[in-house]
């Protein structure tokens, strides 16, 4: 893909992200919680299944399967569970923004060294705002700036 072409991509995702900071996370917790609950119901099963052959990886199969169903349908019947559970991923998230914010400038990946500091200095802004904040909306607000800014920075680099 050319760098113009995804620029404009990134600005086209960072503007829908900030339009809707909190669009998907209904239907991303209601699909998850299908997903997740299907899964329980595979682990009971083979756990059932797996019993004959041994009793302690069945035994195992089948706890997991009752946290996975019982997570499934919490995440189904109340998606406020799924943000509290995505509430803990901030810190891995921001920690990804500034690891590709490193990277980026030791590397010069995307041809800018300041796509590198403008992750960094976001990673660090959502790992404060998750914890202080902990508002799913201000946190998709960041990732449509970082998307945003990117995108911006890519389209008007010298190739």
Not at 74 to 84: E, K, R, V
Not at 90 to 116: P, Q
Request: charged share 10%; no cysteine.
């Amino acid at each position: 893909m050319e760098r113009k072409t995804l620029a404009i991509v990134l600005i086209i995702l960072g503007l829908i992200v900030l339009a809707f900071p909190l669009l998907g996370l209904i239907p991303i917790a209601v699909l998850t919680g299908l997903g997740v609950a299907f899964m329980g119901i595979g682990l009971i099963l083979a756990g059932f299944s797996d019993r004959e052959v041994s009793s302690g990886l069945g035994l195992l199969e089948i706890v997991l399967g009752i946290i996975a169903l019982v997570l499934g349908l919490g995440f189904i019947l109340n998606p406020g569970l799924f943000s509290f559970i995505a509430g803990l991923l901030v810190a891995l998230a921001g920690l990804f923004l500034i690891i590709i914010g490193i990277v980026a400038v030791f590397t010069k990946t995307g041809g800018s060294r300041w796509n590198g500091v403008v992750a960094i200095i976001i990673g660090l802004v959502y790992i404060i705002f998750g914890y202080i904040i902990k508002d799913p909306f201000w946190l998709g607000v960041l990732i449509g700036l970082w998307l945003l800014l990117t995108g911006i920075i890519m389209f008007f680099q010298k190739d």
